[in-house]
């Protein structure tokens, strides 16, 4: 596929420090871009090397997506006619092949522990699933809370497990399933069952689902900083 203009930028940059050998380097870095899709790399070239978008260090990092050459051509062109303070860096993007495409596509996250403390509390899904917002329900009073850990389903909810079977615990004292256990079920065990709610692997985004859960629902477990 094509490279972005941070990249043959950087190779314009590289071949100009050669300055004994600089239409050999010319040449090379030619070759290298007309067979990753640029029909006039040497012109391409003029434009980077004598008025690229380098900024200062005053200048404001602006990521964008790879598109064409073309495209970033005229975005750094119209950063330059009139003097933004912004550094442009462009990202390559996702390729079809790697959206559609597996080597492996029904492979599903599978727990291999026996016997799983976790698996079994789940109404749906499994403990190795990352970047959750979950519910957790008390079974003895059918009270709730909700939420949010970008590690394993299993790591987090041993968590809240190990809280609520030690309420009394000094270190868990803040801890909203150790506080529901111990106000309102003392000396009974834990009975809880889990379900996942959302996956979102950007924690903003979870965050954000987590707070709409948790005020739509209003769970009673959760403390009244988290409402």
């Known amino acids: 596929g094509s490279v972005g203009t941070g990249w043959d930028g950087g190779l314009w940059f590289h071949a100009k420090a050669f300055e004994a050998l600089n239409e050999e380097s010319f040449k090379v870095v030619d070759h290298?871009?007309?067979?990753n899709g640029y029909t006039n790399p040497r012109t391409f070239k003029d434009t980077i090397v004598r008025t690229g978008t380098k900024g200062t260090k005053n200048s404001v990092n602006l990521k964008l997506?790879?598109?064409?050459?073309?495209?970033?051509?005229?975005?750094?062109r119209c950063i330059q006619r009139h003097n933004l303070p912004i550094r442009l860096i462009f990202t390559p993007g996702k390729k079809l092949r790697s959206i559609f495409c597996s080597s492996r596509p029904y492979d599903r996250p599978e727990c291999n522990t026996t016997d799983?403390?976790?698996c079994e509390r789940l109404e749906v899904g499994c403990c190795v699933i990352k970047?959750?917002?979950?519910?957790?329900?008390?079974k003895l009073c059918n009270e709730e809370y909700i939420?949010?850990?970008?590690?394993?389903?299993?790591?987090?909810?041993s968590e809240h497990l190990r809280y609520a079977s030690n309420p009394t615990c000094k270190s868990y004292t803040d801890e909203a399933l150790a506080a529901h256990y111990r106000t309102?079920?003392?000396?009974s065990g834990p009975d809880l069952t889990f379900r996942i709610l959302r996956t979102e692997p950007n924690i903003i985004r979870r965050k954000i689902l987590e707070s709409f859960y948790i005020n739509?629902?209003?769970?009673?477990?959760?403390?009244?900083?988290?409402?």
């Open 116 to 118: 799983c403390r976790i």
């Open 216 to 227: 739509t629902w209003k769970p009673s477990i959760n403390g009244r900083d988290e409402c």
């Open 131 to 138: 970047c959750v917002v979950y519910c957790i329900t008390c």
């Open 32 to 35: 290298l871009l007309r067979c």
């Open 147 to 157: 939420g949010e850990t970008g590690r394993t389903v299993r790591e987090r909810l």
């Open 65 to 76: 997506p790879y598109l064409s050459e073309k495209v970033s051509y005229e975005i750094g």
């Open 184 to 187: 309102n079920h003392v000396n």
